[in-house]
């Protein structure tokens, strides 16, 4: 029995014509054990699954069954005990409760399910030497190294013991380095035995991986087992050979652009300058437009 | 498992408080300032009650008092006259109501407080702050009220020139405390100072009768020097047997009332209805000063939501965190609701605490007495407990509802 069967599962976001299709009738089994790498370009739908098989989020069509138990349509606390019991998180920034010790957010899982301040310190402890950071303990997040701080996270992830470890680009904020380190943290702890399932836009880290799946506007595009320690052969192709040119693919990478420009982070910024200076040409286009329809 | 969590997220809640401690202490001044002004002013009214209380309890439970009623035109429209003119007219006693008080059947003692005026002169001093009031010897036994030192006006006294002083009279009169046997001059007549009281429960709500500042001297005297005119200000009545106080005023009423032709313009109180009548316009007053005040606890409630808001918008990214790694909606909305709910009690604990100051600067400083008890101070604490739960319920139902990746998406 696969621990994850996803059937022609879609999600839409939005409604009317603003309606865009982030999955769309996406079927995918995970067997327990594997070591998953999703890739494709921004925008295609990785992390909108991730949240799905999360139990972070609901399909809007489709079935999604999860450790053979219907997962559609399951109530918010039924998922919070669900994502509290089986799953850890890793995040690309990590995700650390700035106010709380290293230690302490490691036990977070274990505080929400009731466990003793003494055992959950234990156990939270015991995780944090595992993954090899714990003279960091009483650290707030703030004062760990970007590597650290990853390995704490993995160690909360862990901590519980889940069935099922999601990475949603676990080394996207890291230098190749720590990368190295939390890749082979990772690799680990599949040895053990666990499912991990991860985006990356890294093909050389596709070597760890087991599986890859290739995603390219809401559909899985390409499904490939390899062997582990070596990069995987579509992701080489995508790592060396450059993309096929012709009219439809610099449309959709126009598209991709055009998605990746209203960026969160790029976008308050430029509106900070446009007050700031009043000179600025942005400032200056406004105000040229709002007299050319009044005119 | 639910009490554990509870005690984790009751520390969490506090470490919450007390890591923002700025924010938290401005957050909390609603409620402080509340909750000190309501126990403050309920104490206070308490205190004057208890002053009251036992002033009257002191001077008698069983004490009837004749006073003058206020004449009023009876049938005409309100006395718009007397409001322009401010001439209160009072029905005077007579030297005859006196006698019928003094004759009914059932009183025990009975004495009049004629009131004068005017300036005493020893060889040291002029005073002129007190009355000079006429009264028999039954007086002091009326008032439940001891003479210090010699002796009060006795009926062998009557036409005598003696005087007994109440002891800030005698301090501004001679300058000593025991000015045993000097005289002093009054309207031209010398008296001799035979006694004075021990020092009067004074309550500051009635300055006019304060008897500490009060010269005694008999009733006859007082009479001749006036040429009978010195007003009556009242009678005092004791009853023989103190459990039919309420009959023995009635009957005095009515004896009042038949010779007087039917109509008797004088009232007559029990020493209770004193107690009962201050009291619940002492406790109206306390209780709507303490209403006013109570206004400023919904404010600091308000304030409390109004942080607690900006701090659930400030925290979206903790809370879509705790929800990934399992919280339910409970466990955020509990979190929310301890962190509001420790600020408010902090809150009214300061608030408690300022209380007893204040009570105790108000004790030394002035005259008041205030009296906080135990229960006001546990309402308080009910009722800021109530505060946090009431005005954090939205900010944590809020913070419940959020979806885990928008609260995880934000800045």
Known sequence: ?295 | MSRLLLKGQLKAGYESVRSAKLRSFWTMLGIIIGVASVITIVGIGEGVKHQITGQIQNSGKDLITVRPAQLKPSGGSTDSADLLTGIGITAPISKKDVETVAKTRGVDASAPLAVLTGQAKSDVATYSDGFIIGTTSEFPGLVNQSVGYGSFISEDDAGANVAVLGVDAADKLFDENVPLGRTFNYMGQDFIVRGIFNSFNSTPINQEANFNKAIFIPEDVAATLSKNAAPIYEILAKPADASKTAEVADRIDRNLAASHGGQSQLLVSEGTQNINNSDSIVGLLTRLIAGVAAISLIVGGIGIMNVMLVSVAERTREIGIRKAVGATNRQILEQFLVESTVLSLIGGIIGIILAYLIALFLRLGTSLTPVISWQVVLIATGVSLLVGIIFGSVPALKAARRDPIDALRAE
């Open chain 1, 1 to 295: 029995m696969p621990l994850i069967e996803v059937q022609d599962v879609s999600k839409l976001y939005g409604f009317g014509d603003a309606t865009t299709l982030a999955l769309d009738e996406v079927s995918i089994n995970i067997e327990k054990g594997e070591f998953v790498a999703i890739m494709g370009p921004s925008g295609c739908g990785k992390s909108t699954l991730l949240n799905l098989i999360g139990l972070l989020d609901r399909p809007s069509h489709g079935n999604y069954r999860f450790d053979g138990k219907p997962a559609t349509r399951i109530r918010a606390n039924k998922a919070a005990k669900i994502r509290r019991d089986t799953i850890g998180f890793i995040f690309q920034s990590f995700n650390l409760l700035p106010r709380l010790t290293t230690l302490d957010n490691v036990a977070l899982p274990l505080t929400y399910k009731g466990m003793s301040q003494k055992r959950r310190t234990k156990l939270a402890s015991q995780m944090l030497e595992r993954v090899g950071i714990q003279s960091r303990e009483y650290f707030l997040p703030s004062q760990l190294s970007g590597g650290q701080a990853q390995c704490a996270a993995i160690a909360r992830a862990l901590v519980n013991n889940p069935k099922l470890i999601i990475a949603d680009e676990p080394t996207g904020n890291l230098d190749s380095a720590s990368s190295l380190l939390v890749m082979e943290l990772l690799a680990d702890i599949h040895k053990m035995g666990n499912t991990i399932l991860f985006v990356t836009h890294n093909p050389e880290l596709t070597r760890y991986a087991t599986r890859v799946l290739y995603m390219h506007d809401g559909s899985i595009v390409h499904d490939e087992k390899t062997a582990l320690g070596r990069v995987a052969s579509t992701a080489r192709k995508v790592l060396l050979t450059p993309q096929i040119d012709n009219e439809e693919h610099d449309l959709a990478r126009v598209s991709a652009i055009m998605k990746g420009v209203p960026d969160k982070q790029t976008q308050p910024r430029k509106r900070k300058k446009a007050v700031s200076k009043k000179s600025s040409p942005g400032h200056k286009k406004k105000t040229s437009n709002k007299k050319a329809k009044s005119s």
